[in-house]
């Protein structure tokens, strides 16, 4: 009996080539709308599927190849007796191969001015249908999705008339990722569209962006993936121009740097070291920007991450090619500052949207035997309902001081102080298990700089030793969440020392 190949894809790039060596080898083609013209029209003889159901295509194409002459061929078992008697019976031959790509969702439900309408059209019915029925029965039936995958079906064709029964397992098992995955996008898209925060079942696709060489440490193994419908501002959507692959703990850092650069309008630049901010500087330009970053810490930005939310300039180059980093990142880098740059074989030199308009709607830590969602935090000095509890009002420029560090703290792992003055920070303390602990080590690292600084916490004060030790530092103005049910001692301890002390109402707790 001839073998039968069916193809209708909308991804045309190998198939004409495919197709030839399946007829060169014998193989019925049967195909269906586009791809049938397109073969038709290149030479190929093609079988109209509605030649094969004596059925036409109806409802504006979306019933085509949902006929049991079609399933029937790709879910028959050739070897099992009662199936060899009911295709006899009913008229079904068998397909030996199937290639199938589906209907464009992700791509148009990506657009930002897509209908629902338009997007509902492009929810593909038979594809998957096809694909999975020849996916379920890949004992018999080799089934294609990726034209990736074209050359070495043909290869093991060529040199064995059939394809390995370990071919056709891998290639059913990318099948069902693929419709997996295409399933996510429509149920997520609908889940959205009706509102829905919590559903019962949570299905995420992530494509490979590329594997790595290991993981935090050498030991483990590891690979980064991509949302594909995820925020335009991200590590995975940066043009890498010069230098080495990314490890995992370049892709951390470089992801904190970035969530903290986000924050400012103004020339800006942040310097991270395991995903904590080493220093954050702003300026009239982005050359001072980074020169106020550089002085926050120039001992813990040796081997950082840098992002600047300015195009880099060869004033900023020169500077950043004098300090030994793993990563620059920023919206564009002139035609000097690659020039001057790249003369470091291994830094990496990263472009990125910095239009961000699509933006995740989730932030996703994984646990052991579980995930945990949360909002983003978004919540800016902007949005908070500022109250001075003080006696004393903080000056103006105490204020503009005050809100770098609430900017910067909410993206320092708790407990988190940074002590900083209007252009930049001075001190940071990271990750302490209490916040005096913190606060110290923020106002050892900056010393003579906290006089005349200011504070910022991401958490409410427990008790006054934090203010006091603030006061002893030289600190004119805190600003802290409140809501302690000892507020009135670290206002009283502030009162004290005549320092301005400010409650957000929020905290921004980082763990």
Not at 393 to 403: G, I, R, T
Request: aromatic fraction near 6%; include cysteine.
């Amino acid at each position: 009996m001839k073998k039968r190949a069916l193809l209708s894809v909308s991804d045309k790039s190998g198939i004409l080539e495919f197709a030839q060596q399946l007829s060169a080898m014998g193989y019925e083609i049967l195909s269906t709308g586009g791809t049938k013209r397109f073969l038709e029209d290149n030479g190929v003889a093609i079988t109209a599927v509605d030649e094969i159901t004596e059925f036409p295509e109806i409802l504006e194409g979306r019933v085509k190849t949902l006929h049991p002459l079609i399933h029937g061929g790709l879910l028959a078992k050739p070897d099992d007796k009662s199936h060899q008697v009911q295709m006899e019976e009913n008229g079904i031959s068998p397909i030996d191969i199937v290639c199938v790509n589906l209907y464009p969702f992700r791509e148009t439900i990506s657009k930002p001015d897509v209908s629902v309408d338009d997007a509902i059209e492009n929810i593909d019915i038979g594809g998957p249908t096809m694909l999975r029925s020849a996916a379920k029965n890949h004992a018999y039936v080799t089934v294609i999705v990726d034209a990736s995958d074209y050359a070495a079906v043909l290869e093991e064709l060529n040199g064995q008339q059939a394809t390995t029964p370990e071919t056709r397992r891998r290639l059913a098992a990318k099948v069902f990722r693929h419709t997996a995955a295409y399933d996510s996008y429509i149920s997520n898209y609908l889940t959205d569209l009706i509102g829905e925060e919590y559903p019962e079942s949570l299905t995420l696709t992530y494509e490979l962006a590329q594997p790595l060489r290991y993981g935090e440490n050498p030991h483990q193994k590891a690979a980064f993936y991509r949302n594909a419908l995820g925020s335009d501002f991200s590590i995975a959507n940066a043009t890498q121009l010069h230098g080495k692959e990314l490890s995992y703990n370049n892709i951390q850092d470089a992801n904190a740097s970035l969530q903290i650069i986000k924050e400012f309008s103004m020339p800006a630049a942040a310097a991270v070291k395991h995903m904590n901010p080493c220093g954050v500087g702003t300026g009239s330009t982005i050359a001072e920007a980074f020169a106020k970053a550089y002085e926050a810490d120039s001992t813990s930005i040796f081997g950082g991450i840098v992002a600047l939310n300015r195009e880099v300039d060869a004033e900023t180059a020169q500077t950043l090619s004098t300090i030994f980093l793993e990563i620059v990142i920023a919206p564009s880098f002139s035609d000097e500052a690659i020039e001057i740059l790249t003369q470091k074989k291994n830094i990496r030199l990263l472009t990125i949207p910095f239009g961000h308009a699509r933006q995740d709607k989730w932030n996703i830590t994984a646990v052991e035997g579980g995930l945990l969602v949360q909002q983003p935090d978004a919540y800016g000095y902007e949005d908070a309902d500022i109250r001075v509890a003080t006696k004393r009002q903080p000056s103006d420029a105490e204020l503009e001081a005050l809100k770098l560090g609430w900017s910067v703290v909410k993206h320092v792992k708790s407990n988190a102080i940074v002590v900083c003055d209007s252009n930049m920070t001075l001190g940071i303390g990271a990750g302490q298990m209490n916040r005096v602990g913190a606060a110290k080590i923020a106002l050892e690292q900056a010393g003579e700089q906290a006089r005349g600084a200011v504070m910022a916490s991401d958490a409410f004060f427990p008790m006054a030793d934090t203010v006091e030790a603030a006061a002893k530092a030289g600190i004119k103005a805190i600003i802290q969440p409140g809501g302690s049910k000892k507020d009135q001692e670290s206002i009283d301890k502030a009162d004290e020392y005549g320092i301005a002390m400010v409650f957000t109402g929020v905290r921004h707790f980082k763990h």
